[in-house]
């Protein structure tokens, strides 16, 4: 096999895997709606939609977001792999940054919340 035979086999597998990476986080994030609507549903009719379970529900849907923005960030980095022009390494920076920092302020609320909900009556 030549170089660029092996080249060409190295860019079809990444593609696959990162699109099939993709469709996880879309798998996951669909799951976790139905989750999250399901849940609210579930809540309104029992009347037990108090800010304490909607705060639960909307971190629960958070955390799932949270491994579906991961599983995205990784199908990016592969993209990036096989094609590094400089508008694509500079386009991966920005959504990477993008989703670090929606990553951090959700783990910091999930963390506020596990804190809150270990404490006395919390």
């Given at each position: 096999?030549?170089?660029?035979?092996?080249?060409q086999?190295?860019q079809?597998?990444?593609?696959?895997v990162?699109?099939?990476?993709?469709?996880a986080a879309?798998v996951i994030i669909?799951?976790?709606?139905l989750?999250?609507?399901?849940?609210?549903?579930?809540a309104?009719?029992?009347?037990?939609g108090s800010?304490?379970a909607?705060?639960?529900?909307?971190?629960q849907?958070g955390?799932?977001l949270?491994?579906?923005?991961?599983f995205?960030?990784?199908a990016?980095?592969?993209r990036t792999?096989i094609?590094p022009t400089?508008?694509d390494?500079g386009?991966l920076g920005?959504?990477a940054l993008?989703?670090?920092?929606?990553n951090?302020?959700?783990?910091?609320?999930?963390e506020a919340?596990?804190?809150?909900?270990a404490?006395p009556?919390?």
């Amino acid at each position: 096999m030549t170089l660029d035979g092996l080249r060409q086999v190295v860019q079809t597998l990444t593609e696959t895997v990162s699109t099939v990476t993709e469709l996880a986080a879309a798998v996951i994030i669909a799951i976790a709606v139905l989750e999250a609507v399901w849940n609210s549903v579930r809540a309104f009719v029992s009347r037990a939609g108090s800010g304490d379970a909607q705060q639960t529900l909307r971190l629960q849907l958070g955390r799932w977001l949270t491994v579906s923005l991961e599983f995205l960030l990784a199908a990016d980095i592969l993209r990036t792999a096989i094609a590094p022009t400089w508008q694509d390494i500079g386009q991966l920076g920005a959504i990477a940054l993008i989703r670090t920092a929606l990553n951090y302020f959700l783990q910091r609320e999930i963390e506020a919340q596990a804190r809150q909900s270990a404490l006395p009556g919390g």
